[in-house]
């Protein structure tokens, strides 16, 4: 029966993929076949997103009939049968969209309904930021665009749906930090994975067609040699604007290897005081020494050999420290970004904050992987300046004194918008991480 009910929401898709072949535009033809899909899973935040996107295509529908109108009209041709048919297609369009708000529609797709706001906003966040790129940048940067031109629309709509998904998970605060380092450490693979095909010769996995240094600190030191190719600084610098240091505990490739290395000790230690003023010390060396090559006219290969050593040296630092202090050594002593990203975070509204009742347990220390949360920090009832708002202090706290905060918002509120732009973010990262 609700195959019946879901007919018009079906037929809709249908018609708007024979839209687009006309317009012999494949990967919108498959995209929108797909699309009823996503009606196999009963979540509430599938039904609000087809309703949203049905409500885009009663608009192209409209659209097209007002051009096809306006041609047809200047060459003295008949119109009025083509804008009943079209009106006819805009009409059920329209009433498909509705559907969902139907009873036995609005039943069936319940589940998880006190995440779909925040699955759908994911979703659509998502889309939106692919959707951009791949409407206004000229070179082929999502993947199945650069395999098939025109499937880079079939990989904008997995990963706008793999958003919803993940947010959906995060959202559980029980689940919030084991999914982090899930997907966090998935990013990294498929990051690593792009790079080793790349390297073998499959010159579509390195995007531009050229290799470039995978290690954070290239992330500033390579602009700066080079002169030129700013992608992954302005992609780093729009992260950060929007959500703070997490860069560091969502989308660092590197970053997941120190995650992992910190974790075999239950407990972190507290790191030594000067390791502030050293990451600052490494920040300014490593600016002065990519002007210094550049002034000296240094070749690029060379300048990759030291790049690399530079590299090498941050493995050691997560093999050797790491995995003995169980503290991401690499991530807040070793690495220049993650105090470019601490500073620049500072543009964020979101915070971590403790709240004054805190009986001072120290449990949330244990969390902590960034020692950002010392005793110190703890009576101070805020982090210090190398948390990356990863979140996971605020599922250990059983109490619930950690939260999220923005000026304005509830706390529960906070956190569920920094999920889904955290959570988007990583989405459209893995379709634009550059090598």
């Given at each position: 029966m609700n195959l019946v009910r879901l007919l018009p929401v079906i037929i809709s898709f249908v018609l708007l993929s024979a839209h687009f072949l006309r317009a012999s535009n494949i990967g919108l033809v498959v995209t929108c076949a797909t699309l009823p899909l996503l009606l196999l899973a009963r979540r509430r935040w599938i039904a609000l997103a087809l309703q949203v996107l049905l409500a885009a295509a009663v608009l192209v529908w409209i659209s097209t009939t007002i051009s096809i109108v306006a041609a047809r009209n200047a060459n003295g041709q008949p119109w009025l049968r083509l804008v009943l048919i079209l009106g006819s297609i805009t009409a059920l369009t329209a009433a498909a969209s509705l559907s969902f708000n139907l009873g036995e529609l609005r039943r069936y797709y319940r589940e998880a309904h006190q995440s779909a706001l925040a699955s759908l906003s994911a979703f659509l966040l998502t889309g939106f930021l692919l959707a951009f790129v791949q409407y206004r940048v000229t070179l082929p940067i999502l993947m199945f665009e650069r395999i098939a031109p025109g499937m880079g629309w079939i990989e904008i709509l997995l990963l706008a749906t793999y958003a919803a998904w993940v947010t959906e998970k995060m959202l559980d605060p029980a689940q919030t930090a084991r999914w982090r380092q899930r997907i966090w450490l998935a990013f990294s693979i498929v990051f690593f994975l792009q790079l080793s095909l790349g390297l073998m010769g499959f010159d579509h996995f390195l995007m531009t067609g050229r290799l470039h240094l995978p290690v954070p600190a290239?992330?500033?030191?390579?602009?700066?040699?080079?002169?030129?190719?700013?992608?992954?600084?302005?992609?780093?610098?729009?992260?950060?604007?929007?959500?703070?240091?997490?860069?560091?505990?969502?989308?660092?490739?590197?970053?997941?290897?120190?995650?992992?290395?910190?974790?075999?000790?239950?407990?972190?230690?507290?790191?030594?005081?000067?390791?502030?003023?050293?990451?600052?010390?490494?920040?300014?060396?490593?600016?002065?020494?990519?002007?210094?090559?550049?002034?000296?006219?240094?070749?690029?290969?060379?300048?990759?050999?030291?790049?690399?050593?530079?590299?090498?040296?941050?493995?050691?630092?997560?093999?050797?420290?790491?995995?003995?202090?169980?503290?991401?050594?690499?991530?807040?002593?070793?690495?220049?970004?993650?105090?470019?990203?601490?500073?620049?975070?500072?543009?964020?509204?979101?915070?971590?904050?403790?709240?004054?009742?805190?009986?001072?347990?120290?449990?949330?220390?244990?969390?902590?992987?960034?020692?950002?949360?010392?005793?110190?920090?703890?009576?101070?009832?805020?982090?210090?300046?190398?948390?990356?708002?990863?979140?996971?202090?605020?599922?250990?706290?059983?109490?619930?004194?950690?939260?999220?905060?923005?000026?304005?918002?509830?706390?529960?509120?906070?956190?569920?918008?920094?999920?889904?732009?955290?959570?988007?973010?990583?989405?459209?990262?893995?379709?634009?991480?550059?090598?």
């Open positions: 290239m992330i500033i030191a390579g602009p700066i040699f080079r002169g030129e190719s700013f992608f992954m600084l302005v992609l780093f610098s729009a992260t950060v604007v929007l959500v703070g240091p997490a860069w560091c505990s969502h989308l660092c490739y590197i970053g997941a290897w120190d995650n992992a290395a910190s974790r075999s000790v239950r407990k972190p230690r507290k790191l030594p005081s000067w390791r502030q003023p050293v990451r600052v010390i490494i920040l300014i060396l490593i600016i002065i020494s990519a002007i210094t090559l550049r002034l000296a006219g240094i070749s690029s290969s060379a300048a990759t050999i030291l790049g690399l050593a530079y590299g090498l040296g941050g493995m050691a630092v997560m093999i050797f420290r790491s995995r003995k202090t169980g503290v991401m050594t690499h991530c807040v002593a070793y690495c220049p970004i993650s105090i470019l990203a601490n500073w620049l975070g500072k543009l964020s509204p979101f915070r971590i904050r403790i709240k004054d009742d805190c009986t001072e347990c120290g449990i949330c220390r244990l969390s902590c992987r960034y020692d950002a949360l010392n005793m110190s920090d703890i009576k101070k009832r805020k982090p210090n300046s190398s948390c990356s708002l990863c979140g996971d202090c605020i599922a250990c706290c059983s109490d619930g004194w950690i939260e999220y905060r923005f000026r304005g918002l509830k706390p529960k509120t906070a956190r569920a918008i920094f999920i889904v732009l955290a959570v988007s973010l990583h989405a459209a990262c893995l379709g634009l991480a550059r090598i």
